[in-house]
């Protein structure tokens, strides 16, 4: 069974730093991995899939890597409306997809 | 524009059926290649998928929640509906349906989610 474990669970960053969040899969995942952004009362957006392309109208600070079993978010200057869950969700091997317990980014 | 919606019940008893309708528009589940999920996610928890319907009526569940499931689709309307027998408390949830991406089994569209509380 694919386990995605992401950490840290909670990261704290100030407003014009870069972040880092880290995605790591149990098994290969090729480059199969995407990643949303999930704001309080919200429906998760996607922003990244195939590991490092950007979905239609996200911006361009935010960058995706990796490929196999590791994998990293980078959001290169924070803004105010980037403080949200971030989860990763990878679809190597249809059925099942697996999402991660995601990444809590909290304004230090 | 892709839009999806979810309606139904906020509100089941324990041990009653769920009803859940996606009502999409902006794009056809005729088309080739083309498919809805459910995913749902707990309060405060991570998000976990349930089913899938192909745009030539395969379907696909959870294998956790196989024997509880059930999802079917309606093309003239343009909806997907989800059903889940022998409600619980643990099942309390937000339930999305999303619309997978042209390629692969990744989500480029949700609806904006619908809170269904179990409870007696």
């Known amino acids: 069974e694919m386990v995605m474990t992401q950490s840290p669970a909670t990261l704290s960053v100030s407003p014009g730093e870069r972040a880092t969040l880290s995605c790591r899969a149990s098994q290969y995942v090729s480059n199969n991995l995407a990643w949303y952004q999930q704001k309080p009362g919200q429906a998760p957006r996607l922003l990244i899939y195939g590991a490092s392309t950007r979905a239609t109208g996200i911006p361009a600070r935010f960058s995706g890597s990796g490929s196999g079993t590791e994998f990293s978010l980078t959001i290169s200057s924070l803004q105010s409306e980037d403080f949200a869950v971030y989860y990763c969700?990878?679809?190597?091997?249809?059925?099942?997809?697996?999402f991660g317990q995601g990444t809590r980014l909290e304004i230090k | 524009q892709v839009t999806l919606r979810e309606s139904g019940p906020a509100l089941v008893k324990p041990t009653q059926t769920l009803t859940l309708t996606c009502t999409f528009s902006?794009?056809?589940?005729?088309?080739?290649?083309?498919?809805v999920f459910w995913v749902r996610q707990p309060p405060g928890k991570a998000l976990e998928w349930l089913a899938r319907?192909?745009?030539?009526?395969?379907?696909w569940y959870s294998k956790s929640l196989k024997t509880r499931l059930t999802i079917s689709k309606d093309t003239s309307k343009n909806q997907v509906v989800l059903t889940m027998t022998n409600m619980d408390p643990v099942d309390t949830a937000t339930y999305y349906c999303?619309?997978?991406?042209?390629?692969?089994?990744?989500?480029?569209?949700w609806g904006q989610g619908i809170l269904v509380t179990v409870s007696s």
């Open positions: 902006g794009f056809s589940l005729n088309s080739n290649r083309m498919c």
């Open positions: 999303a619309r997978k991406g042209p390629l692969w089994n990744y989500f480029d569209y």
């Open positions: 969700q990878e679809y190597n091997d249809w059925p099942p997809i697996t």
């Open positions: 319907i192909d745009w030539d009526d395969d379907k």
